[in-house]
T-cell receptor
Framework: GAVVSQHPSRVICKSGTSVKIECRSL??????MFWYRQFPKQSLMLMAT?????????EQGVEKDKFLINHASLTLSTLTVTSAHPEDSSFYIC???????????FGPGTRLTVT | TQLLEQSPQFLSIQEGENLTVYCNSS?????LQWYRQEPGEGPVLLVT?????EVKKLKRLTFQFGDARKDSSLHITAAQPGDTGLYLC??????????FGAGTQVVVTP
């Protein structure tokens, strides 16, 4: 149980375009999903917390107009990187949490490369 | 934001040896999770500890939560090459958020 999927697993896009990443909890309902960014050989950096049916809460320094998050259902959250630039290239990972649970279950990640 | 310090940053050992990874903070966490991450993949949850002084065992892995719920350790007995990976501790904060340590890269050579 507690499986989280992400799509796509890797994407290459041109500078100035937008990219959407999907995060799905496959076998449980996730009231809260989280989006992280990870640079090579570094730990995870939380970007935003997404609650179903409400606006996402962004961490300090994360541009909410650039990283659009939608959590339309209890099993799906999306992250859209708008007007992508090469510095947005990174490994993006989502996680999902049961209601009242301590644990977060992570997706396999999406490698974004902006050329 | 509560800070979690993980040590050591890097650990290289031979197969069969034991190792311990530490996770320390000056703040109290409601829970502490340990994850292992392999290159190009998402972290995989190993264990959650909630009660101060709690000890949990997962085969050759032993996890301990400090009495004051500010620190934790992960001990691996008789390490195997399959134990190679990035080990991350994460403390539970408000709203279900996790504060991650910087990670410990463990390499076990045959």
């Amino acid at each position: 149980g507690a499986v989280v999927s992400q799509h796509p697993s890797r994407v290459i896009c041109k500078s100035g375009t937008s990219v959407k990443i999907e995060c799905r909890s496959l076998d449980f309902q996730a009231t809260t999903m989280f989006w992280y960014r990870q640079f090579p050989k570094q730990s995870l950096m939380l970007m935003a917390t997404s609650n179903e049916g409400s606006k996402a809460t962004y961490e300090q320094g994360v541009e909410k107009d650039k990283f659009l998050i939608n959590h339309a259902s209890l099993t799906l959250s999306t992250l859209t990187v708008t007007s992508a630039h090469p510095e947005d290239s990174s490994f993006y990972i989502c996680s999902a949490r049961y209601i009242h649970s301590y644990e977060q279950y992570f997706g396999p990640g999406t490698r974004l490369t902006v050329t | 934001t509560q800070l979690l310090e993980q040590s050591p940053q890097f650990l290289s050992i031979q197969e069969g040896e034991n190792l311990t990874v530490y996770c320390n903070s000056s703040s109290v966490f409601s829970s502490l999770q340990w994850y292992r991450q392999e290159p190009g993949e998402g972290p995989v949850l190993l264990v959650t500890v909630v009660t101060g002084g709690e000890v949990k065992k997962l085969k050759r892995l032993t996890f301990q939560f400090g009495d004051a719920r500010k620190d934790s350790s992960l001990h691996i007995t008789a390490a195997q090459p399959g134990d190679t990976g990035l080990y991350l501790c994460a403390g539970g904060e408000s709203w279900g958020k996790l504060q991650f340590g910087a990670g410990t890269q463990v390499v076990v050579t045959p």
